[in-house]
């Protein structure tokens, strides 16, 4: 089968997030790239429940979008967007600290899409686009 005959399934999360984290990665092998932590909004607004994901922004408009908030990220205010999220999938890991040092939890990993909206600290941002 050719590269042009390949085909994919997509699968795609949306919803609203805090951004906790921002980190430019660069690792010892392979291309740099910028680190997202999400705190996903879910449930009744009465009762307001987390799901969290370590996201890799992946595309123009996302990287631009994430740039423009890291320094309010970095600076604690709050931060939520709309987003997109692709390829979600979980992976395991061994608490090294804490009362469950030594436990196993898993991280919910995806790669970062799209930004479609933002506020920081209640006020909506104008996400400059990136073409």
Request: hydrophobic letters at 45%; one cysteine or more; charged letters at 25%.
């Amino acid at each position: 089968m050719s590269e042009a005959e390949i085909e994919y399934f997509d699968l795609f999360t949306t919803g609203l997030a805090y951004v906790n984290r921002v980190e430019d990665v660069v690792p010892e092998e392979g291309e740099p790239f910028l680190a997202v932590g999400l705190a996903a909004l879910r449930g009744s607004a009465e009762n307001v429940q987390y799901t969290r994901f370590d996201c890799r922004a992946a595309g123009i408009q996302a990287i631009s979008a994430i740039e423009q908030l890291k320094a309010s990220v970095r600076n604690d205010r709050k931060v939520l967007i709309g987003f997109t999220l692709s390829g979600l999938y979980p992976q395991t890991f061994t608490f090294k600290h804490g009362e469950r040092a030594g436990e196993t939890g898993i991280a919910l990993k995806a790669r970062l899409i799209k930004v479609s909206w933002a506020r920081v600290d209640g006020t909506v941002v104008d996400l400059e686009s990136a073409a």
